[in-house]
């Protein structure tokens, strides 16, 4: 049998082209695709605001309710399906540069409605979840998340759930888990308020005064200590992220100092205390 070597290689040539053409059609689909997904992340970012903006009784209109739900819940299946695929990422690098979890942040702390704080527990969490754009380095997102919680989970406004509290809490550890094994974001979430005013002498005292409420300092120690005596995965999440922060004092001495001087001993021996005496003798 003979090879027709110059049929062979117009063959491959003709092959090539046809695997150049294929390649850059994916690309262009692949482009075109993410231009989509990006338009729809901003379309639901701004009708969540125009929602929220154009409704002044929004815990009662349950349309309005409807459309915000539905807008978090998009939003966080677009960045859980961004981060799991390669760069690009622009969704992400979006939420970071206009910050959208505050409005996301200031929409579920007004509805007071237990379905939307879930779906921006959601948001919240997926926008962790990416490690991308350093979220939990942002002192902006941290503020943000923090007054979220604080509004919805404890506000007396509202009545959640022990699945939604449990969600949040999970949320909380995760936070704690990754202070733990990235020291350099401590200062993000954590800010004694009394660095810096010796010279004020009602601050001194103030300062020397062991047992002292300073929840704006570290809001999210005070979220979870005030679960420690919860039983099942909300008490468990609250009493291992306590551990992970205080493991991560060792590497802080102002934050060595301000735990002593807090009063979330006191609290967390009074939870504490509060969980075994319901444990059977």
């Given at each position: 049998m003979v090879l027709d070597i110059t049929q062979d290689r117009r063959y491959l040539r003709s092959l090539n082209i046809v695997l150049h053409a294929s390649r850059e059609t994916i690309s262009k689909y692949l482009f075109v695709n993410t231009l989509l997904v990006s338009y729809v992340a901003l379309i639901d970012t701004n009708t969540a605001q125009h929602t929220w903006q154009k409704t002044p009784r929004l815990a009662e209109d349950l349309g309005a309710l409807d459309t915000l739900s539905a807008c978090f819940q998009r939003l966080t299946s677009i960045l859980h399906d961004e981060s799991r695929s390669p760069a690009p990422h622009p969704c992400l690098s979006f939420a970071s540069t206009s910050a959208i979890f505050i409005p996301v942040s200031r929409i579920a702390s007004t509805a007071y409605n237990e379905r939307i704080i879930r779906e921006a527990v959601g948001v919240f969490a997926a926008l962790i979840d990416s490690e991308e754009e350093a979220f939990l380095a942002d002192a902006k997102f941290a503020e943000a998340l923090m007054t979220f919680i604080d509004k919805s989970a404890g506000s007396n406004r509202v009545v959640i759930t022990v699945d939604t509290e449990g969600e949040i809490v999970?949320?909380?550890?995760?936070?704690?888990?990754?202070?733990?094994?990235?020291?350099?974001?401590?200062?993000?979430?954590?800010?004694?308020?009394?660095?810096?005013?010796?010279?004020d002498s009602s601050a001194s005292q103030k300062s020397n005064f062991v047992g002292i409420a300073q929840k704006d300092d570290f809001p999210l120690c005070y979220q979870l200590v005030n679960r420690v005596h919860h039983e099942g995965r909300i008490g468990d999440f609250a009493r291992t992220g306590l551990l992970y922060i205080f493991e991560s004092a060792s590497k802080s001495e102002e934050l060595e100092v301000w735990l002593v001087e807090s009063d979330l001993p006191t609290l967390m021996a009074s939870g504490l205390g509060a969980l075994y005496s319901q444990m059977s003798r």
């Open positions: 999970e949320l909380l550890f995760g936070i704690a888990a990754k202070i733990r094994l990235q020291p350099e974001i401590l200062p993000v979430w954590f800010t004694s308020r009394t660095k810096g005013e010796s010279g």
